[in-house]
């Protein structure tokens, strides 16, 4: 049997799990990350955290081929350098691979988040068995990832996917970016937010004080009020998945994938969200490729940041 590690690593915190050959997570633990220290200082806690689990797990210690790390970020997954962590500034530069396969002499393999996280729905998830799919989540900001004939697809600068930041609206809403008109102004949290508000304005009644988060209206509020057939919620999800389904009718016809994989916490709104979003594509997407693409909410949950890094492991050692 072969085992890989994956290293789901963030801004606050790291989880770190060994899985097997058909995806099952054997053993898995969380640790806290500690910003303030140097970059050498969190390699070394990161290895330390990693050894733990491995030694824990008690597998043959030849078995376990290889460690994925996915991490927020700008990066370079050839030479396994962190560029730009945003939370963590102390590892700007940092060859986080190196770092890693040194301390456990093990080969170490990097890439963003959300790539992993597709690769891990394309192996293991909803994307198995296919070839080209397409994996986007839904958050605070709207990440993707390309698999295109079984390979990762990530550009010449290693950036393609930024999906939430294809501009939809030439004259739209102002982006942290830069950009005007980003899908994820309109898909994000910020945006579906707005779109409640905004119909909140107009003295619409609403259910959704009942599931507010500290007082304040969130995705996951508005998709528990639409589940228990709030009207403004319902519309807020219609026009979201709508909107959404436009954007991924370009993804559509450019690409021509098997499958569209959707995640993130707004997608646990279910058919109230999916069904628009494939009506949306429908109306927009050229008619062959349309019919042929399959847009699947994904399956692993909270544990696809897990999975998805010891994917990283299995694509390039397989």
């Known amino acids: 049997m072969k085992y890989y590690v994956g290293i789901d690593f963030g801004g606050t915190g790291i989880k770190v799990g060994i899985i097997d050959e058909k995806g099952n997570i054997l053993i898995k633990d969380s640790f806290v990350t500690d910003p303030r220290k ?9 290895a330390e955290c990693t050894k733990k689990v491995i030694n824990d797990s008690k597998l043959p210690q030849e078995h376990i081929l290889g460690i994925g790390i996915g991490s927020p970020g700008l990066l370079n997954p050839e030479t396994g350098q962190l560029k730009i962590v945003t939370n963590i500034p102390n590892l700007n530069g940092v060859y986080l691979t190196k770092g890693i396969s040194d301390r456990l002499n093990k080969p170490a393999f990097l890439d963003n988040d959300v790539n992993a996280m597709s690769l891990g729905e394309f192996y ?9 799919v397409i994996a986007l989540t839904l958050g605070t900001g709207v990440g993707g990832g390309i698999i295109l004939n079984g390979e990762l697809y990530r550009g010449s600068t290693f950036t393609a996917g930024e999906i939430g930041h294809m501009s939809i609206a030439r004259d739209g809403k102002y ?6 008109g980003c899908l994820e102004r309109y898909v994000g949290k910020d945006g579906i937010i707005e779109r409640f508000e905004m119909y909140r304005s107009k003295g619409i009644e609403t259910s959704i004080d009942a599931y507010l988060e500290d007082g304040k209206v969130t995705p996951k509020a508005i998709a ?13 999800l219609k026009e979201t998945g709508e909107i959404l389904g436009h954007a991924i009718a370009t993804l559509v016809n450019i690409l021509n994938p098997e499958m569209i994989i959707i995640g993130g916490g707004i997608s646990n709104a279910g058919e109230l969200l999916m069904e628009p979003v494939r009506t949306g594509m429908l109306k927009h997407a050229y008619t062959i490729p349309a019919a042929a693409v399959e847009i699947v909410r994904a399956q692993l949950g909270n ?12 694509a390039n050692l397989k």
């Open 38 to 46: 140097s970059g050498n200082e969190i390699v070394e806690h990161i």
């Open 124 to 132: 293991y998830g909803a994307g198995k068995g296919k070839k080209n």
């Open 175 to 180: 982006c942290g970016c830069g950009n005007y």
């Open 224 to 236: 528990l009020a639409a589940a228990k057939g709030d009207k403004i919620s319902i519309e807020v």
């Open 303 to 314: 544990d696809a940041g897990l999975v998805g890094s010891a994917s990283l492991a299995v």
